[in-house]
């Protein structure tokens, strides 16, 4: 019996249909793992939104909501067409008034460009060591698509924090020691 398991599993690998392959422990515990992170991550942002006064920003990060509503879905379908218990989920925030927040207790518009901001820059790591350690093909495309659309969104952050003033750069080498 055991031996007819292992058999099929190679099978399934070298058949060239990704989903007749199982996954991989690496690739279960990536897939979850991040899973749970975008799951807490909507919640987040959901509360970020009702702190941002600034409609671009808004804009920015209801796109962040609409991705992540994606990739939860897609990594959940995954997991549970492989036999895995996605993680539970926070409850979503409800809408809020900005004006119903104190001042003092306000998050400022941007220091949420800059979360968000640090956490596209975190996915696109998460992300592509997922894609390295994939064997299946559809789940390396997969995290190759939250890539991309990651990249994109993070140039957009970028953009906005250059416009509005919002991005504070590390100091600049701008003397070359050779021109003296």
């Avoid at 379908?77 to 925030?93: D, H, M, S, W, Y």
């Amino acid at each position: 019996m055991k031996i007819n398991m292992i058999r099929s599993a190679i099978m399934g690998i070298l058949s060239g249909n990704p989903q007749d392959e199982p996954m991989h422990y690496g690739e279960v515990f990536g897939v979850w793992s991040y899973l749970l992170a975008a799951k807490g991550h909507l919640v987040g942002y959901q509360i970020m939104l009702n702190h941002t006064g600034d409609s671009d920003l808004k804009s920015l990060i209801e796109d962040s909501i609409q991705g992540l509503k994606q990739e939860i879905n897609q990594t959940e379908e995954l997991l549970k067409a492989n036999g895995v218990v996605p993680p539970p989920a926070p409850p979503e925030r409800p809408q809020a008034d900005l004006e119903s927040i104190p001042a003092g207790a306000r998050f400022m518009d941007p220091e949420i460009s800059a979360a968000l901001s640090m956490d596209i820059a975190a996915g696109l790591v998460v992300c592509s060591q997922l894609m390295g350690q994939s064997i299946r093909e559809d789940i390396g495309m997969m995290f190759g698509q939250f890539h991309t659309a990651k990249a994109l969104l993070g140039g957009k952050f970028l953009k906005l924090n250059k416009e509005k003033g919002w991005l504070i750069p590390p100091p600049l080498h701008l003397n070359n020691p050779e021109e003296k």
